[in-house]
T-cell receptor, first 111, second 112 residues
Framework: LAKTTQPISMDSYEGQEVNITCSHN???????ITWYQQFPSQGPRFIIQ???TKVTNEVASLFIPADRKSSTLSLPRVSLSDTAVYYC????????????FGKGTKLSVKP | DGGITQSPKYLFRKEGQNVTLSCEQNLNHDAMYWYRQDPGQGLRLIYY???????QKGDIAEGYSVSREKKESFPLTVTSAQKNPTAFYLC???????????FGPGTRLTVL
């Protein structure tokens, strides 16, 4: 069961790029890395998922080094509306009951 | 619109009463989940179901019960045996492909 470690909180300013790193030293061969975003009193929302190297979509990029023991979520040019908690999860097909949502990283974006 | 619905958004109950939280999805997903979230904390898994008529306990199943009679529905009952039921409850579903979970809006349960 892959456990993840993320910073508890991060601060940024509008327009900056934010990078949130997640450590997952015991990631398994068939595990994917998935990031979610959660606003207060709402359900988490899927942001991005990857297996290796780099994945980019319309909202974020995910960088995964060759050893896959960590990953970095990159949010370009954040705005106040990006203030939220970000969760990093690792798990593969069949691990549905074993995905662990830790406390996540609380990102605060200031004007 | 495809998605997951939870009802009601806010729920108040007296101590000692059982209460059932609704979760419905029209995404044709096989797997469904219930999580509990306390203030400032992450999500903790209560129960999950991979197929109809089958479900598994998560990390904090005590005091809760579920059923999965239909693919679209996965109701959660918070029983009087749950010692501290006041929390934010989240339902999710996934297709099994890479286990990406899609969440409902949540139900905030307050036991008075």
């Amino acid at each position: 069961l892959a456990k993840t470690t993320q910073p508890i909180s991060m601060d940024s300013y509008e327009g900056q790029e934010v990078n949130i790193t997640c450590s997952h030293n015991n990631i398994a061969t068939n595990d994917y890395i998935t990031w979610y975003q959660q606003f207060p009193s709402q359900g988490p929302r899927f942001i991005i998922q990857g297996y290796k190297t780099k994945v980019t979509n319309e909202v974020a990029s995910l960088f995964i080094p060759a050893d896959r023991k960590s990953s970095t979520l990159s949010l370009p040019r954040v705005s106040l509306s990006d203030t939220a908690v970000y969760y990093c999860l690792v798990g593969g097909v069949g691990s549905q009951g074993n995905l662990i949502f830790g406390k996540g990283t609380k990102l605060s974006v200031k004007p | 619109d495809g998605g997951i619905t939870q009802s009601p958004k806010y729920l108040f109950r007296k101590e000692g009463q059982n209460v059932t939280l609704s979760c419905e999805q029209n995404l044709n997903h096989d797997a469904m989940y219930w999580y509990r979230q306390d203030p400032g904390q992450g999500l903790r898994l209560i129960y999950y179901s991979q197929i109809v008529n089958d479900f598994q306990k998560g990390d904090i199943a005590e005091g809760y019960s579920v059923s999965r009679e239909k693919k679209e529905s996965f109701p959660l009952t918070v029983t009087s045996a749950q010692k501290n039921p006041t929390a934010f409850y989240l339902c999710a579903s996934s297709s099994g492909d890479k286990d990406t979970q899609y969440f409902g809006p949540g139900t905030r349960l307050t036991v008075l």
